[in-house]
């Protein structure tokens, strides 16, 4: 089996690829082959099996070139993140979308109909009552370029599929905590950091309100998720192929407790966090969901995220002091 992960140099791509290689295949047939296709790489498995791809995801030549003519399952993780993408329109449609059609389009010329898993966001959703739950059934009006582009590829994968010339299927993820490394230009980079500054000792500058609830899960939650998504019979799937994961629905609040909670049973000292108000940061934050049903998802294989104290246990088992 051939393996495509886009964005395999990211934080996700390359923990996905690490967990991948480590069972050794994928829907039972084993992986002969992984390309990871990214403009740079930070934490990326070294491996015989792995070819290494450096390049930019809104180059059609590119993304052919590392599809090529053969291609088993593709993982399309690419992307320019939410605060990027409102400050950067033109770049935000030529990686978001016209990166997702390159890759769509290398996958059709494959003509071996490939299972392609798309990354796409909660940030779909948007410009209604952002206080009741968000499902896969809820009419999505994005307020972001970023959840813009998202939702497009989500209904060019459905009609994709539709035409027979891939297997699509969407993993709508909710925020993804703890990312370790420094702030990025996300706009929900405050959900990571106001874990990861405070357990490294550092201070958090909180752009929100702190009573502002936010769904989230952890890393080893979607990453288990992809591959639930990717190995889900698709028999089980109907002509809607995204599905968004169950989430906690969390808080500023309730992040400052469960972090003192693994702090004093870790012996560590915690960092500050610090009210550093953005009305910017703020304003993005309010079109998003406050929290999501993800039980269609359950339905087909994807787990449901653990306790957030034990999503904040496996950041500092795994990723504090690296």
């Not at 909180?206 to 990717?230: C, K, N, W």
């Amino acid at each position: 089996m051939k393996i495509l992960i886009t964005g395999g140099g990211g934080f996700l791509g390359s923990q996905l690829a690490h967990r991948l290689l480590g069972h050794g295949s994928l829907g039972g047939d084993p992986i002969t082959e992984m390309v990871l296709l990214d403009a740079f790489f930070r934490d990326a498995p070294s491996d015989p099996r792995v070819r290494h791809v450096a390049g930019d995801i809104g180059d059609r030549d590119v993304v052919r070139a590392a599809t090529g003519d053969a291609c088993d399952a593709i993982f399309h993780l690419a992307s320019m993140v939410s605060g990027e993408c409102e400050a950067r329109f033109d770049d935000a449609l030529r990686v978001n979308l016209d990166g997702g059609r390159h890759v769509f389009e290398a996958a059709r010329a494959t003509g071996g109909r490939p299972r392609i898993i798309f990354a796409s966001s909660v940030a779909c959703y948007g410009g209604l009552d952002m206080t009741q739950p968000m499902s896969d059934f809820t009419k999505q009006l994005p307020q972001t370029t970023y959840g813009m582009t998202k939702a497009i590829c989500e209904l060019l994968l459905n009609d994709y599929t539709r035409k027979g010339w891939i297997d699509g299927r969407t993993v709508r993820l909710p925020t993804v905590i703890v990312r370790p490394g420094k702030p990025n230009a996300a706009a929900s980079s405050w959900a990571s950091g106001m874990f990861r500054e405070p357990l490294n000792g550092e201070p958090c500058l909180l752009p929100i309100r702190r009573d502002q609830a936010h769904p989230m899960t952890g890393y080893r939650t979607v990453i288990e998720s992809f591959i639930a998504l990717a190995e889900a019979d698709e028999a089980q799937l109907g002509r809607d192929r995204a599905y968004v994961l169950p989430a906690h629905r969390v808080t500023p609040e309730l992040a400052a407790e469960v972090i003192k909670e693994v702090a004093a049973e870790r012996g560590l000292t915690l960092g500050p966090i610090v009210d550093a108000f953005d009305a910017r940061i703020q304003g993005i934050v309010d079109q998003w969901p406050q929290h999501v049903d993800g039980e269609r998802a359950v339905a087909i294989g994807a787990p449901r995220p653990p306790p957030l104290k034990v999503i904040v246990e496996q950041y500092v088992d795994d990723f504090l002091g690296r």
